[in-house]
């Protein structure tokens, strides 16, 4: 069974909007991660949260995680036309050292 | 560049006819994945290497198996496609480190195609 679900399944937005892309998972986490995937393509790592840490920026991204309510948020302000692409959000169970559980994805759509 | 190669980009089998996939990474890593996903799905974890430690998922049919000859290279081989096997194949690679899952490094992918 899939460790992580994420909300919504899709997004649309104008460019320069905020996008919020939110991830439920089950098990105790190491660390919490976010993948972007662009049609046909490959996964791209987008960055990582470890389970001690609530909140990280990356550029344009912003990462939450709440351990007690086992959710992570990722915003991406200030929108692209190129930011257009499924987004995963992936976990580590702590039992498992060297494998990811990834969620649902949630397909985002920036409208120019 | 450092990277994981995956070849070919598209590949199109015949029903029960054998197929290979091929990935190569340049990262030195010693973890590789093979995933398999399907059209607006999760990426679905079939097995791992850790170094030559092959590690299969529970639910991975005996269709699929790997080789990883060394380091830098590890096959994904379906014995007998199915219709059902059509999906993007994705390698992934990781350095395996105490505390938990690192990030892992993606390939293109090798879309299947079972005709």
């Known amino acids: 069974s899939q460790q992580g679900e994420e909300d919504p399944q899709a997004l649309s937005i104008q460019e320069g909007e905020n996008a919020t892309m939110n991830c439920s998972y089950k098990?105790?986490?190491?660390?919490l991660q976010w993948y972007r995937q662009n049609s046909g393509r490959g996964l791209v790592h987008l960055i990582l949260?470890?389970?001690?840490?609530r909140e990280k920026h990356s550029g344009r991204l912003r990462v939450t995680l709440d351990t007690s309510k086992k959710s992570s948020s990722l915003l991406i302000t200030a929108s692209r036309a190129a930011d257009t692409a499924s987004y995963f959000c992936?976990?580590?169970?702590?039992?498992?050292?060297?494998?990811?559980?990834f969620g649902s994805g949630t397909q985002l759509t920036v409208l120019p | 560049d450092a990277m994981v190669i995956q070849n070919p980009r598209y590949q199109v089998t015949q029903f029960g006819k054998p197929v290979t996939l091929s990935c190569s990474q340049t990262?030195?890593?010693?973890?590789m994945y093979w995933y398999q996903q399907k059209s607006s799905q999760a990426p679905k974890l079939l097995f791992h290497y850790y170094d030559k430690d092959f590690n299969n998922e529970a639910d991975t049919p005996d269709n699929f198996q790997s080789r990883r000859p060394n380091t830098s290279f590890c096959f994904l081989d379906i014995r007998s496609p199915g219709l059902g096997d059509a999906a993007m194949y994705l390698c992934?690679?990781?350095?395996?480190?105490?505390?938990?899952?690192?990030?892992?490094?993606f390939g293109p992918g090798t879309r299947l195609l079972v005709l």
């Open positions: 098990t105790s986490i190491n660390n």
């Open positions: 949260i470890r389970s001690n840490e």
């Open positions: 992934a690679t990781s350095r395996a480190l105490t505390g938990g899952q690192e990030t892992q490094y």
């Open positions: 992936a976990t580590d169970s702590s039992g498992s050292a060297r494998q990811l559980t």
């Open positions: 990262l030195n890593h010693n973890v």
